[in-house]
């Protein structure tokens, strides 16, 4: 059985300038949870419930948005016992109001959380006894980001093997989450689970040259670089270092700049 995953659509045109993720497997899990998917699009079929329903796979409107919740509660949960914890996510909006929220407390709680978000974000970073743990930044450059990724600590300071590492084809928000069907992949596969956490999300965390960070009141100001010269595009990157997926020991020489430790960015 062979799948094929992805974060955006096949869209010929949007393909030449979206940045977007991929995955072809033959999980067998996954190729049945494809099934179930396509079945409830397709036919007169109930939605798979979670569990016995679906394998690996979570959907909305079914169980996408509560997995996510799930997920932000444990890092909470864990940072209240002084245990390792963190969020990485990225995306196109954040507007889902039950999402943010569960955000709010997560940071409250002590996890750091850094969100990639080209477009849309109603949630307020670095608000005092609120969001003081969080920060937000917007790429905006030479291609249109779309990828949706997000990565959990789950025990151990991002990135690390440890982590629990998805893609997806959802933004954070009510029509997405709650009216459409789209799918959250687990990314299971050592190679690509590194691929997607150290060097996409990292270079995207890393990115100096077209960032925009987000303030507390929403504006946004544009990243100086301290050195212009050296300064490290995500997208210059991503011209200079294709997918590593399938290069083993390439990837030791190809990854972007290490992390500097600051809220929310671990080395």
Known sequence: ???????????????????????????????????????????YRDPPE????????????????????????????????????GIWAKMNSLVDGEVIDSLYKASQAGVPIVLVVRGICCLRPGLPGLSDNITVKSIVGRFL???????????KQLPSPAAKVFISSADWMPR??????????PIENPTVHRQVMNQIMVANLN???????????????????????????????????????????????SLPPRL???KGLQS
């Open 260 to 262: 500097q430790p600051k």
């Open 145 to 155: 980001e779309h990828s949706r990724i997000v990565c959990f600590a789950n025990g």
């Open 176 to 185: 997405n989450l709650n009216r459409r069907v789209e799918a959250l992949v």
């Open 50 to 85: 979670v569990g016995p329903g679906l394998e690996k796979l979570s959907m909305s409107p079914v169980s996408l948005k509560q997995t996510l919740i799930t997920m932000i509660e444990a890092e909470a949960a864990a940072a209240k016992k002084g245990e390792p914890s």
């Open 1 to 43: 059985t062979y799948t094929h995953y992805g974060t955006g659509n096949y869209h010929p045109i949007n393909a030449r300038i979206y940045t977007d993720l991929s995955l072809f497997t033959a999980d067998e899990a996954l190729g049945r949870d494809a099934n179930r998917l396509f079945n409830f699009v397709t036919a």
């Open 207 to 253: 990115d100096e040259k077209q960032s925009w960070m987000m303030r507390e009141d929403g504006a946004y100001l544009r990243v100086k670089p301290q050195a212009p010269t050296r300064a490290f595009s995500a997208h210059v990157y991503f011209m200079d270092n294709p997918s590593l997926s399938g290069r083993g020991s390439a990837l030791e020489v």
